[in-house]
């Protein structure tokens, strides 16, 4: 059954963790965010689930970490500040590869700020943001639609890549209200995880950890990590293109932006100039290539964000320069020699065009 | 020739990582006492903290994870809150535990989890190289004390079992030592208590363990353990804090 309700975004995102079969919520108040845990606080123990309202964002995501590694599907939610304290816990997860959602209506910050809608977060939430050599799941909806269907779909990658995942949204996505559509999905089985903690009954002991202190172990592990982060680069981009075909701008926007941007193109249209839009859904993976190619052809790009310029940063790598730049990296501790480098040094210098 | 003594099951058989004659070892024994004795070496999941009590996993059968540094409790709830059947308990040391982790180990208690809290106190920072740590008993020198620790400047060492057992949440909190075979014998029933009352549902039970880290104490192995009777207890006194009876706090 496919019936239309009106919802506001962060009902729309609880109700979306809901029916990927999340049970388990643990959580600190922050606006503009607070209907998600006061929404699940009702819900969950209706569906057999738990909720914890913790004693701070520390102790909620790091709840989140044990409640995965036992094998379930487990979130939290916050804001701003809150995001920032949960930043050791999500490198943690990374880390010992544990799956997990963390939902953050962004706050204008530094600091405190406020509650006004923002993107402010984007590097931190594309870059890692905790300690490490790693990345996060990182989706970004413009909808209240999209809040429901991110929200299992955030499930979905962070189980698969058994990395933590985060829904980037802000006030104006949380807070609105839309139509939504709420497929039938109540019976979404989270996934088996043989990996889990369930007590060591008919197989051998097993463990979860961060700590690699033996020589080339923290290395390899750090490869291993890039191999899983190329392989969401190569399978799991998501964007959505509109008016590439005859359009002389292209706009690159995110979020609530690409649904303010989607009236400037029509605007724009009266006035007889063809813009067209790329709107990243998943912010990593980055939708590179679809930009890069779409740059080739339509040179003249206009990024639009509520920040100073974070997406910006990824747009210009994306767009291919006159410039031949290469790139060799050693993780773990693995330190790069001066062979090494002259190694690059040669392929560089014997490469077509120099 | 009948077997008197011998290692527990859920203990792996390998050498430690930890000093010559640090109690470490000892307290990993007691631990894995209790699994054996109520025969839940397959229903116990372990949760170390960051410092010398971090490679749990090398040394117990059981399934096993490390936590950032403090958040072993919530971790742990994390854990028992998916699995209320099984046996979780954590396993932190002082800098980890009464220090970065204070929030979660008193919320954790608060909030009356069903898990056991393993606590070693040995006054010191281990395995970072023997810094100041909560406990650290006024005089004691470290490496970031290096006049002695003076209230003035660094406050006075944190009694967690006395700060813990007026929780509602907190079943059973007591204090033990390790620096004598009497004691250790005493230790190892408060172990098994603590176990006892999380398979019976009784809430957070506590050990605090007072243990000897010589290394750092930079003296010998028998003057650490002397150090603890004579130097640890008059501070941290042994003792049952609190210990429920029934089941009153429902």
Redesign the interface.
């Known amino acids: 059954m496919t019936e239309k309700i009106l919802l506001k975004g962060n009902i729309a995102l609880a109700k979306g963790a809901i029916a990927a079969g999340c049970r ?1 919520y ?1 959580g600190y108040p922050i606006t503009p965010q607070n209907d998600i845990p006061e929404y699940l606080s009702a819900e969950l123990p209706k569906v057999g689930g ?1 909720f ?1 309202q ?3 964002e ?3 995501i ?11 599907r ?1 979130m939290t939610s916050s804001s701003g500040p809150g995001i920032s304290l949960m930043q ?2 999500m490198s ?1 997860m990374a880390g ?1 590869e544990l799956p997990g959602l963390v939902v953050n209506v962004m706050r204008v910050g530094p600091g405190l700020g406020g509650i006004a809608p923002t993107q402010g977060d984007y590097f931190q939430a594309t870059r890692g943001g905790g300690h490490g050599d790693y990345f996060n799941i990182v989706l970004a909806p413009a909808s209240v639609q999209e809040m429901f269907d991110l929200a299992i779909k955030a499930f979905e990658l962070s189980d698969k890549y058994r990395n933590p995942a985060m829904i980037l949204c802000d006030a104006i996505l949380g807070q609105m209200k839309e139509p939504v559509v709420l497929e039938e999905t109540k019976t979404v089985i989270p996934p088996l995880k043989p990996w889990a ?6 197989r051998k ?7 690699y202190l033996s020589d080339g172990e923290q290395e390899a592990h750090n490869l291993e990590l890039k191999e899983k982060y190329d392989r969401l680069r190569e399978e799991d981009v998501l964007f959505e293109a509109k008016g590439l075909d005859d359009s002389e701008i292209v706009i690159v926007a995110f979020g609530t932006v690409s649904r303010i941007a989607k009236t400037a193109i029509q605007m724009a249209k009266r006035e007889g100039i063809r813009v067209g839009m790329i709107r990243p859904i998943t912010i990593f993976p980055f939708p590179t290539e679809v930009i890069r190619e779409t740059a080739k052809r339509i040179p003249r790009v206009l990024v639009v964000e509520m920040n100073t310029g974070q997406m910006l940063q990824d747009v210009k790598l994306s767009i291919e320069s006159s410039v031949k730049l290469r790139f060799y990296g050693r993780p773990g501790g693995g330190i790069p020699t001066p062979e090494d480098m002259l190694r690059e040094i040669r392929v560089m210098f014997n490469e077509e065009g120099f | 020739m009948k077997k008197v003594f011998s290692r527990p099951k859920s203990l792996i058989d390998r050498q430690t990582h930890f000093c010559p004659g640090c109690t470490h070892g000892t307290a990993h024994r007691l631990v894995a006492d209790a699994i054996d004795h109520f025969g839940v070496q397959e229903e116990t999941i372990g949760v170390s903290g960051v410092g010398c009590a971090v490679f749990m996993y090398d040394y117990f059968a059981i399934d096993a994870i490390e936590a950032p540094h403090g958040r072993a409790p919530a971790v742990a709830t994390g854990i028992k809150r998916v699995h209320p059947k099984k046996i979780v308990f954590t396993y932190q040391g002082d800098g980890d535990l009464a220090s970065i982790g204070t929030a979660e180990t008193i919320h954790t208690a608060n909030r009356g989890e069903n898990i056991t809290i393993i606590f070693i106190n040995n006054t010191v920072y281990g395995m970072t190289g023997g810094q100041m740590a909560p406990t650290t008993l006024l005089g004691q020198k470290t490496t970031t004390t290096p006049y002695g620790r003076n209230f003035r400047n660094d406050g006075y060492p944190i009694r967690m079992a006395e700060m813990l057992a007026p929780l509602e949440g907190v079943a059973y909190s007591t204090r033990v030592s390790m620096h004598n075979a009497k004691e250790v014998l005493k230790a190892k029933k408060a172990v098994r208590r603590a176990f006892q009352m999380q398979i019976e549902g009784m809430g957070l039970t506590f050990v605090e363990l007072l243990s000897a880290c010589h290394t750092n104490w930079r003296v010998k192995p028998l003057e650490g353990q002397k150090r603890v009777e004579e130097e640890l207890i008059p501070y941290f006194p042994l003792g049952v804090f609190k210990e429920r009876k029934g089941k009153d706090f429902l």
Do not use: C, D, H, R
């Open positions: 388990y643990f738990t914890i913790a004693e701070s520390i102790a909620s790091n709840m989140v970490l044990g409640a995965s590694a036992s094998g379930v487990a050791e816990g943690y010992s903690l369930t007590g060591s009954k008919g002991p097993q463990f979860l950890k961060t700590l």
